[in-house]
């Protein structure tokens, strides 16, 4: 019989998440307790509260806001990278598309939101490209200054060698605009949380941001700030996922 090892203590609390998670709690408690007052409940209620109504149907809501989240991702990368890549390997469709996107960019996208509701209807749609308008933008760029980064002469070197497109694009370009692009993903999926809170508070019966606003509304603050600490998970899991795609895949800047 395998007899499982206990992890030390001292091990578990050397976890920079775990130190930060308790850093927050205590400003969260000390707060608690300087208002003393039901808007600002008990972090220990919150926790247990949370739990409760993962029971029931905040799962459910935090399941319809990753959902949406990740699809506007997915959407946007495949929009954004090979734009990208075109503005950064020409120097034409560079001139072309950087003033198209420094025009557009720094447009308030949240005040189109009753324009997509109208075209889109009042489902997923309208919220998913309300994110997508926000945050392709973003990576794009990203992805251009990553390939405008790399010195001509490793372009030179691959032409000298003979390397065929595939492998200029698997040994230089993609290893190149990577740290760019988690870097972008990182900053990207912070906005689409706050943009995504705004969108769920219109047309819509699911979403973190619809719960929360919900229970405020009905002056429940234990389950708005179970909602709180639900979105704060959300982000953390995305957050730490990014984490790990970056180690495998960038191993050179770990």
């Known amino acids: 019989m395998v007899i499982p090892k206990i992890t030390p203590l001292k091990t578990i609390f050397k976890n920079k998440t775990l130190q930060g998670s308790i850093v927050i709690l205590l400003f969260w408690y ?15 209620i919150t926790i247990v509260t ?8 905040l799962m459910l809501h935090l399941l319809f806001s990753f959902y949406r989240i990740m699809v506007a991702l997915l959407i946007s990368l495949v929009i954004a990278i090979p734009i990208g890549i075109a503005m950064g390997l020409s120097k034409r469709v560079d ?9 557009l960019y720094p447009i308030p996208k949240i005040a189109f939101l009753p324009v997509f509701l109208i075209l889109f209807g009042f489902g997923d749609v309208p ?3 309300l994110i997508v308008t926000i945050i392709v933008f973003q990576i794009q760029i990203a992805v251009r200054d990553g390939i405008k980064e790399i010195p ?9 060698l003979g390397l065929s497109t595939r492998e200029k694009y ?3 370009i993609i290893p190149a605009i990577l ?6 993903l990182r900053i990207t999926i912070g906005i689409s949380i706050s943009v995504l809170f705004f969108s769920e508070n219109f047309a819509t019966a699911y979403g973190i941001g619809y719960f929360i606003m919900n229970s405020f509304t009905i002056i429940h603050y234990e389950e708005m700030f179970a ?8 982000g953390l899991v995305i957050f730490k996922s990014i984490d790990l795609l970056e180690k495998k895949f960038c191993p050179w800047i770990n």
Do not use: Q, W
């Open 30 to 44: 000390i707060a608690h307790l300087l208002i003393n007052s039901s808007i600002i409940p008990s972090p220990f």
């Open 50 to 57: 949370f739990f409760k109504l993962l029971r029931k149907d």
């Open 95 to 103: 001139g072309i598309c950087s003033p198209i996107t420094y025009i």
């Open 127 to 129: 919220k998913v490209i």
């Open 152 to 160: 001509r002469s490793l372009f030179n070197s691959m032409e000298t």
């Open 170 to 172: 698997i040994h230089l």
């Open 179 to 184: 740290p760019k692009l988690f870097s972008s």
């Open 227 to 234: 909602g709180i600490l639900a979105l704060s998970i959300m």
